[in-house]
Nanobody
Framework: QVQLVESGGGLVEPGGSLRLSCVVS????????IGWFRQAPGKEREGVGC????????YYRDFVKGRFTISKDNAKNTLILEMNSLKPEDTAVYYC??????????????????WGQGTQVTVSS
């Protein structure tokens, strides 16, 4: 019933921009904590940012502050990630994930229990 589907990944040059979307079905965006994550080859999955369903607060990791923006398209029940000033180290598979058991954002990806299939982002010249 619950499904998260990411899209929008691709190849972009350093300094470029990309917009990712996560279409959510099975629940509305204001019901649970939901966020963006990424996993580079050989590395653990890490959080990018998260929106709390308690008050709508958005939390970002330091390495993306000022470059990435998370937002919601409520009409389409879609979570958005706008990425600017992309760097090669941003290369990863990007996932959206939700914690169906909480309205609060967890600092640990393992807490999240509903995941999309991921979309590849490659930053290279």
């Amino acid at each position: 019933q619950v499904q998260l589907v990411e899209s929008g990944g691709g190849l972009v040059e350093p300094g470029g921009s990309l917009r990712l979307s996560c279409v959510v079905s099975g629940f509305t965006l204001d019901e649970h904590a939901i966020g963006w994550f990424r996993q580079a080859p050989g590395k653990e999955r890490e959080g990018v940012g998260c929106i709390s369903a308690s008050d709508g607060s958005i939390y970002y990791r330091d390495f993306v502050k000022g470059r990435f923006t998370i937002s919601k398209d409520n009409a389409k029940n879609t979570l958005i990630l706008e990425m600017n000033s992309l760097k090669p180290e941003d290369t990863a598979v990007y996932y959206c994930g939700a914690d169906l058991r909480s309205i609060y954002c967890s600092a640990y990806p393992r807490t999240f229990n509903s995941w999309g299939q991921g979309t590849q982002v490659t930053v290279s010249s």
